[in-house]
Structure formats: C-alpha cells, structure tokens
C-alpha cells in the first residue's frame, strides 16, 4: 500500500485531538496501519496545535514537501504550514479564523488572507474551502468543529477508512448526549464537500 503522510493543524481548543483520536481508532478497527505524533504547544492558551499522521509508514514526521494532505481548522495556519506540502497535496481549510487575543483586544490586527490564498491557488489545484465553524453551529455547537471536517475529509476520501468506521469510532469516544449533534456534524462536512466535487 502507498503511504500516506498529512498535517492537521489549528490552535488549542478545536479538538484536533480528538480528530486524531477518531481517525486511528477507526484505522486499527479496519486493521490498517497509522502513526499520529500530536504537538500541543500552548494549546489551553489558543496556541499552535499540529497533528502528524502516517499511514502505511513508518515515522509520523512529514518533512518539507512531503504532505499528502493539510487539514487546517484556522485559515493562518494553512499558511504556516505550506512548506511542508507540494504540489498535489490536497488542503481542506476551514474559513472561519480564530482570533488571537491580541487582536481581541486592539493591540494586533488579524491578516487579510484572500491574497495569499488567491496567489496559491495558482500553485495547488486541490484546495478546498469550507464553512467549519457555521456549520459545526448549523450542527448545534462551534465546537464540533473538529467533526465538521473529519466529515469533510472523508468525503474526499484522505483515509483509506470507511465513513461508517469514523462515525462507529465516533460514538465509541462520546457520551451519548453528543451523539447526534456530531453525526450531524459529521454529515454536513461530508455533504459540503460532496456539493463541490
């Protein structure tokens, strides 16, 4: 089987663990084999937050130009995080940005994106990008984020697991009082992606 190396990137408090989380369980109950490496940095304070995956290899490290894939939960951090990709990796960003709080609070502005992303989009022909904040809230909660794009990654197929195995694996790791909020979740990343292709 070809290996299979990607990023998901984000800032502490949008479960990307948890994403992690979901994935390799789900991989282990297909038997198929996968390596995640998480850095947390200053995640309880809004800072980086990298998730590292391999499938089908042996080291989780996705060196410079090696990503298959970069799922990034903060527009910003797509674009930190752009030296490690190439041409064919496939981008699922989430459009919403999280602001630090220094721009909260007046001290610091928040970049103007669109022309970055603009000139990229020249470079990269896979870049997909979606709503995830307003539809983990169309879903019942912002914080089912982190659902909102497992959905959409597997829409376009990034893991060599079944959707049914993800919302299996889901289930399994949540009280059952989530349970239908982050199916829902789940579903409309899924059927976002699904109306682009």
Known sequence: MKKIKGLVVGVGGQGIILFTRVLGEACVKENIPIIV???????????VVESSICIYGKSPYVSEGEADFLIAFEPAEALRFIKRTQKNTVFIISKNPVLPLSVKEGSATYPDLSPFFEKIKDYFSKIFFI???DLAKEAGSGKALNIVMLGA?????LFPVSPKSLKETLLTLLPEKLHEMNLKAFDLGFNYIK???
């Open 37 to 47: 490496s998480e850095i947390h940095g200053m995640a309880q304070r809004g800072g």
């Open 131 to 133: 709503p995830g904040e």
């Open 153 to 157: 990654s597997s829409a376009l197929g």
């Open 195 to 197: 109306s682009l292709m």
